[in-house]
């Protein structure tokens, strides 16, 4: 038996914000939107356009105050291709949240405070 990783879920307080964050910081652009018939929530799925891994965003109606995401250990992490003009872009947006330079990653918030760990496409350095 093998299982296909498909999804990760975020859930957003400002579901166009969201969307444009994601779109400007990280390129993912909507592949799939499910409406509830009663319109108590919007699914949005995003894709980078070269893997198959969705990321989900679900906004709920009745939702107003932010999630609270507790420690916030959990993240995405994103490799780019081109690691310093990515850090230049997030740095110009301002949502570098945390630096390891011994490492060479850092983090991102999104509008809602999740953490998303930037790479360096380590493949292509050894190229």
């Known amino acids: 038996m093998k299982f296909r990783m498909a999804h990760n879920n975020f859930n957003v307080v400002d579901l166009e914000k969201s969307m444009k964050f994601y779109e400007d910081a ?16 919007i699914i949005v ?7 198959a891994h969705k990321l989900e965003l679900t906004w709920m109606r009745d939702r107003k105050e932010k999630y609270d995401l507790g420690d916030n ?6 490799i780019a291709d081109e690691f310093e003009k990515a850090k230049e872009l997030h740095k110009k947006m301002d949502c570098i949240c945390y630096e390891n330079e011994s490492m060479g990653i850092y983090f991102i918030a999104d509008p809602d ?3 998303l760990e930037v790479l360096p496409d380590r493949h292509k350095a050894n190229n």
């Open 113 to 115: 405070g999740y953490w």
């Open 45 to 51: 799925y995003l894709g980078d356009g070269a893997t």
């Open 73 to 78: 250990e959990f993240h995405l992490a994103f």
């Open 26 to 41: 990280l390129g993912l652009k909507e592949t799939r939107r499910i409406n509830a018939a009663d319109g108590s929530f």
